[in-house]
């Protein structure tokens, strides 16, 4: 029950926050072994996602894209991979260009 109301509670926080880029303060709290819900709740929602699954449609691997607005002057895009079980496997950051 307490994993279904903090779900839930991460769902409605991200419905209600617009995605954007993240600042580095916030990149840097971000660590290999996280949950998505704990992402969730430290950054808000992506942008975009990617989803890779394999012939019998289990999913593999998430990719979650946080990009900033056209007018933004933060120029970072911010790219999380998660495993097949929601786990964050790696992070990324390139600036646009």
Same mark, same amino acid.
């Given at each position: 029950?307490? *994993? ?9 926080y ?16 971000? *660590? ?14 992506y ?15 998430k990719t ?6 056209? /007018? ?7 790219e999380?991979?998660f495993?097949? /079980? ?12």
């Open positions: 029950m307490k *994993k279904f109301l903090l779900l839930l509670l991460v769902l409605l991200g419905s209600v926050a617009s995605a954007d880029a993240i600042d580095m303060r916030d990149y840097i709290l971000l *660590k290999n072994g996280m949950t998505e819900a704990e992402v969730l709740y430290r950054i808000g929602s942008d975009h996602e990617t989803i890779k699954s394999n012939r019998y449609d289990y999913i593999s691997r979650w894209f946080y990009i900033p607005p056209q /007018n933004s002057t933060h120029k970072w895009i911010t999380l991979k495993d097949a /079980n929601g786990v964050l496997m790696s992070r990324d950051r390139y600036r646009v260009k």
